[in-house]
T-cell receptor
Framework: DAGVTQSPTHLIKTRGQQVTLRCSPK?????VSWYQQALGQGPQFIFQ???????QRGNFPDRFSGHQFPNYSSELNVNALLLGDSALYLC???????????????FGPGTRLTVL | DAKTTQPPSMDCAEGRAANLPCNHS???????VYWYRQIHSQGPQYIIH???NNETNEMASLIITEDRKSSTLILPHATLRDTAVYYC????????????FGSGTQLTVLP
């Protein structure tokens, strides 16, 4: 049973560029959440996707956008990259048990983004 | 979601029990306590969660005080592989759709 997978593992971009990160959820899971983790800090919630729609969003600007596909995989897009966007980007998947409720989240290994 | 307070760091001898405290004095009645850990350079890993009763699984035990204002995660026989940052998180409605991570506790298991 494959867990949560993310690609790429590492990425280097320059300021102003755009980046797309990808996530495949754990088998059987239908909900994907994205988190940003700056060095030395805990992960910060970006947004969550369920049924191909953004359901919840944290305090992140519109430069951060996402998408969920029919197979439940997801992408995180960041436009106009800033130096401060350098971080580990984590994807987590879960299963909706009843509306508004999910089980525990399973995290992928993350994508390390460096903005120069 | 309620805020949590954890000590920034703790040490534990290998083979001994590691007891990690968490304060969540503003927890509301329908909020669960979740524990995750993050080993260096990996994604966080779910450990255990509970509402009001003590819980135990293959990884750890969770002790929640009767007033639910604090809890303790117990790793009964810590190993070097348990060295990690441990996060105590409070989430509502039996789930944690949006996990709010604090700074966590850096647990170092010493040989």
């Amino acid at each position: 049973d494959a867990g949560v997978t993310q690609s790429p593992t590492h990425l280097i971009k320059t300021r102003g560029q755009q980046v797309t990160l990808r996530c495949s959820p754990k088998s059987g899971h239908d909900t994907v959440s994205w988190y940003q983790q700056a060095l030395g800090q805990g992960p910060q919630f970006i947004f969550q996707y369920y049924e191909e729609e953004e359901r919840q969003r944290g305090n992140f600007p519109d430069r951060f956008s996402g998408h969920q596909f029919p197979n439940y995989s997801s992408e995180l897009n960041v436009n106009a990259l800033l130096l401060g966007d350098s971080a580990l980007y984590l994807c987590a998947s879960s299963l909706v048990l009843v509306f508004g409720s999910t089980n525990e989240q399973f995290f992928g290994p993350g994508t390390r983004l460096t903005v120069l | 979601d309620a805020k949590t307070t954890q000590p920034p760091s703790m040490d534990c001898a290998e083979g001994r029990a590691a007891n990690l405290p968490c304060n969540h004095s503003t927890i509301s009645g329908n909020e669960y306590v979740y524990w995750y850990r993050q080993i260096h350079s990996q994604g966080p890993q779910y450990i255990i969660h509970g509402l009001k009763n003590n819980e135990t699984n293959e990884m750890a035990s969770l002790i929640i005080t009767e007033d639910r204002k604090s809890s303790t995660l117990i790793l009964p026989h810590a190993t070097l592989r348990d060295t990690a940052v441990y996060y105590c998180i409070v989430g509502s409605s039996g789930s944690a759709r949006q996990l709010t991570f604090g700074s966590g506790t850096q647990l170092t298991v010493l040989p």
